[in-house]
Structure formats: structure tokens, C-alpha cells
């Protein structure tokens, strides 16, 4: 059947995403039908009633082969897709900012497709429209020459508001939710943001132990709201949760945080594993990631949960007398700039910094320096439930390492018993020629061992991080000032810890911190 334009290009997209489960789910496929409809001409509405009539295997197909063609294109091919992007990027991917010349962030608008979402979300297989120049607000100065827009059109606005970092911004339709143009995380003004996020995590540390004994205090507080406050706090700090704020009902994933958990959520077990006064949590937390942990609590916050969880049902609100905007303004009463997310990165970055003093042995090899770095960052990781999917080539590469490990010892049983050899022959000439060719093999011995060695780290690294992702602490919860300070005093090359792109993110603290630096 030939489609019209628009219909057809949204059939793509669905085309695109039949390997993927999102298509097996049925609110996916609700949505997407509802959305398809609407933009299909009279007579398409008629013919088209039943998704599941629909046969898009052939345009799957088609963008299928056109993907491998991609990727199999020859060296001078892709060289040449490169430069042409490159030129794009020269054109469109810097601007002026207080004279200096900044990278740009993201510079090209997300193109039209279907809506995923994080989780069960129930806007899944929507329709995200193209982004026409008539949505977007550009935001440049006076004196700069305005970008042109597309011919036959016109910005939606032009504005010069200094006052905030956005170069560009419109609202897409799914969410209705504000989309920005910003700057690349190199550029000086987000290293400037980053800087004073981590020192205010730093003041933290010389009041914490003053808000610790006052919440406490607050546990057995006559005021209900001052009660329910302490012990978030408590959780806060102690867990290093979200916050959690508040949001329009069916809008999103049923996400949670903190302030927003209810009776459900939580279990209650006097005694269990040999601990008392267990909490047991269980919830979806941002992203729609499972929070799942079981904590021993103080007697007196055990005993105020039972208090706030009776004559509930489960789909009540554990903390009913409180909201996230007023455990922020009670924060920001405590100390300047205080937020439930300080408590985050001020608990992440200082389990780093206790991590890496417990873990790291100065006599160590770099490898196992490294493995101790990934564990303490682990360990951080673990505190903030930063967590993934066990990757889909985890178990080809865990085999492909398996294979490299297992010919690396083949290959140092070759060497020893070369070695035992030459020594027998050396131990019967005694002579300079065979005494060389000792020491030659020993080298060699040697050499094998500290490859073995360091595969047998990476394959314990790897295993270990099967479904912890590191790399959210480490871009941002963890002072990068630590990871510097430890590979200038350890003597770790800092290419190990941080790749290109991110040594430009934190150039700052590259240049700022020697080896002792303390959070």
C-alpha cells in the first residue's frame, strides 16, 4: 500500500524498533496507533484499523541493510563522513561567550521519532514532532549577527536575556517539557557551576555533624512535620536518596523519592538476618530504577515509622505532613545553598576519599592501583543505587577475556620451562653466553606474569561492574579534585581515571589540585 508522506515516515520509526521490546508492549503500540491515525489522510483512516494487520517487516528490513552498508563502508569512505561532520560541527558547534570562544553542548535538535521513556511510562510510542524553527527561541546578544533561520521561516523569538546559560530552548510536545541548547561541559562556565557545587558539598562537611545531633534531637519531637522531617533527613543522609519532587499524576513513570514514598514502600522487621530494627525498601527511584535495600535503623526511627505507617493504607503517603519544598527550605535555614542533593555528593565524595585512603597500597602495580580506585568508586556507585543492565556483550567479551587469560598462561609455562632449561644449561657451561640467556629469559618470565596479572585485574574489574554504572558518580557526585589528588600522589597517570572528554570537564580541577588536596 503507498502511504502519503507524513504517514509513512512515522511507519518507519515504528519499522525502525521492531527488534526492540518496547513494540511487544501494549501501551507502546496503543499510543503509537492513536498517534499514526491521527496524521494519516481520510482514506489511509479507512484501509488502516488494526496495528496488528500492519506488516512493517519490509521497511525493517530496508533500514536494516542500509545500517550494515553503513558500517561496512570503506576506510576513505567514513573518513570523509567524518570531515563533513567535523565542518559542521566548525560551523554550528562554538560560540562567544565573554570573548572566549566555547564549545557548544548539543547543537542539532532531537529529529521526530517515537517517544521511549524510562520504565513503564505511560506516554510510551507517542509521536515526538519535528522541532520547526517556528518553536524556538534563540538567545544571543545585541551586537552578535542572529543565526538565519531556514528559508520560508522565522524564529519563534529573538532574545538577549544574560541572565541565564541557554543559547536556544523550545517546549516538545510529549512532556511539555522545556528543551535548551547549552554549553559543552568543557566550557569555562560550567566548570565554574561544577566548582561551586563541590564547594558547597565542602561546607557541608564542617556542619554536618551540628545537623546530624539536631535532627536526632528532632526524632522525638511533639511536632508531627518536625518528626516526619528528621527522619527524611535521616534517610537522606544516611542512604544518600533523592529528594523526590512532586509531580503531575499520570503524567510519568510512578517514580518516588524520599518525600514522596508511601506505606508500600517500606517493610518493617524487628528482627531479621540477626539485625534489629530493619528497614526494608523497595521502590522505583529516578529513571525508574529499582531501589531495593535493607537497612538496620536507630530504635527511635524505627519506632516513628511504625508511627507514620499506622491506620494507613498502602497507597498513603509515608511522610503525609511533609514536601520536598519545605525540607529544602528548612536545608537552606541550616546552611547556604544546603539541598537534599548536597547530601548526596557531599556522602559520595567523602566515601571516595575513605575508600581510596582504605583500599590504595603505595607498593602496588598501576593495575592494581586502578582496580582499587574502581572499587572505592564502586562503592559510591552502590550508596547512590547507580545502576544498569548487565551489558549484552558481556558474556562474548567475558569469554574473549577468559581466551586471552587462558593464553597467557600457556604461554608463561612456555617461558618457565624455557627458563628451567637454560639454567640447566648454564649451570653446566658456566659461561657469560648462557648466564645472559638467564637472565633474558627471567625478563621474559617476569614480563609474562605482570600481563597475567593484569588481565586476571581487568577480568575481576569487569565482573564486579557487571551492573553498577560508575560513570554517573564520577561525572557528577564525586569532587574530581580526589581523583586528582590520588593519581598525583600515587603516581597514576590521569588518562587511566579520566578519558579526553573528560579531563576537558574537569580541566579545572586538573590544574587546581596537588596530591593534598582533602575534600
Not at 141 to 153: F, Y
Not at 278 to 301: A, H, T, W
Not at 425 to 454: R, W, Y
Amino acid at each position: 500500500m503507498k502511504l502519503s508522506l507524513a504517514t509513512e515516515e512515522i511507519a518507519t520509526f515504528y519499522a525502525k524498533m521492531l527488534d526492540h521490546e518496547y513494540t511487544t508492549k501494549d501501551i507502546f503500540q496503543n499510543n503509537f496507533f492513536n498517534d499514526w491515525i491521527k496524521e494519516m489522510t481520510p482514506e489511509e483512516r479507512k484501509k488502516i484499523r488494526e496495528l496488528g494487520k500492519c506488516n512493517f517487516e519490509e521497511i525493517h528490513t530496508y533500514f536494516a541493510e542500509k545500517h550494515e552498508a553503513q558500517k561496512a563502508l570503506p576506510k576513505e569512505e567514513k573518513q570523509k563522513l567524518k570531515e563533513e561532520a567535523e565542518k559542521i560541527q566548525e560551523k554550528y558547534g562554538y560560540c562567544i561567550i565573554d570573548g572566549h570562544r566555547e564549545k557548544i553542548g548539543n547543537f542539532k535538535t532531537e529529529p521526530p521519532g517515537l517517544f521511549r521513556g524510562r520504565g513503564n511510562h505511560p506516554k510510551m510510542g507517542m509521536l515526538k514532532k519535528r522541532v520547526m524553527p517556528e518553536d524556538v527561541i534563540i538567545n544571543c546578544s545585541k551586537d552578535s549577527a542572529i543565526p538565519q533561520p531556514p528559508p520560508g521561516h522565522k524564529w519563534k523569538e529573538v532574545r538577549c536575556d544574560n541572565t541565564v546559560t541557554w543559547l536556544a530552548s523550545w517546549t516538545e510536545n510529549i512532556q511539555g517539557a522545556l528543551k535548551y541548547v547549552m554549553l559543552n561541559p568543557s566550557s569555562k562556565l560550567k566548570g565554574e557551576k561544577d566548582w561551586q557545587k563541590y564547594e558547597v558539598a565542602r561546607c557541608l562537611k564542617g556542619v554536618v555533624s551540628k545537623i546530624r545531633s539536631q535532627y536526632r534531637a528532632d526524632w522525638k519531637s511533639k511536632d508531627m512535620k518536625i518528626r516526619q522531617r528528621s527522619v527524611a533527613l535521616y534517610f537522606i543522609d544516611k542512604l544518600a536518596l533523592r529528594a523526590g519532587n512532586e509531580k503531575e499524576e499520570g503524567e510519568t513513570a510512578d517514580t518516588v523519592g524520599c518525600c514522596s514514598l508511601r506505606v508500600e514502600h517500606i517493610s518493617l522487621h524487628p528482627h531479621l538476618d540477626g539485625k534489629e530494627n530493619v528497614v526494608e525498601f523497595d521502590f522505583l527511584g529516578k529513571d525508574s530504577i529499582r531501589y531495593y535495600n535493607k537497612v538496620p535503623v536507630e530504635k527511635q526511627v524505627f519506632k516513628n515509622l511504625q508511627l507514620f505507617m499506622k491506620k494507613k493504607n498502602p497507597g498513603d503517603d509515608l511522610f503525609d505532613w511533609l514536601s520536598t519544598s519545605s525540607l529544602n527550605k528548612h536545608l537552606q535555614d541550616l546552611m547556604d545553598g544546603l539541598t537534599a542533593k548536597v547530601f548526596r555528593t557531599y556522602n559520595a565524595s567523602i566515601t571516595l576519599q575513605e575508600q581510596l585512603e582504605a583500599l590504595t597500597n603505595e607498593d602496588d602495580s598501576v593495575p592494581a592501583k586502578l582496580l582499587s580506585y574502581n572499587r572505592a568508586n564502586r562503592a559510591v556507585a552502590i550508596l547512590c543505587n547507580h545502576q544498569r543492565a548487565t551489558p549484552k556483550t558481556f558474556e562474548k567479551s567475558m569469554q574473549n577475556l577468559q581466551a586471552k587469560i587462558d593464553a597467557k598462561k600457556d604461554q608463561l609455562a612456555e617461558a618457565k620451562a624455557e627458563l628451567k632449561r637454560v639454567k640447566a644449561d648454564h649451570k653446566a657451561k658456566k659461561d657469560v653466553k648462557s648466564k645472559t640467556a638467564v637472565e633474558k629469559k627471567k625478563k621474559m618470565v617476569e614480563k609474562i606474569e605482570e600481563q597475567l596479572a593484569k588481565l586476571n585485574m581487568h577480568a575481576t574489574d569487569k565482573e564486579e561492574n557487571k551492573q553498577i554504572a560508575l560513570g554517573t558518580s564520577k561525572l557528577n557526585y564525586l569532587d574530581p579534585r580526589i581523583s586528582v589528588a590520588w593519581c598525583k600522589k600515587f603516581g597514576v597517570p590521569i588518562e587511566k581515571i579520566y578519558n579526553k572528554t573528560q579531563r576537558e570537564k574537569f580541566a579545572w580541577a586538573i590544574a587546581m589540585a596537588d596530591e593534598d588536596f582533602e575534600f
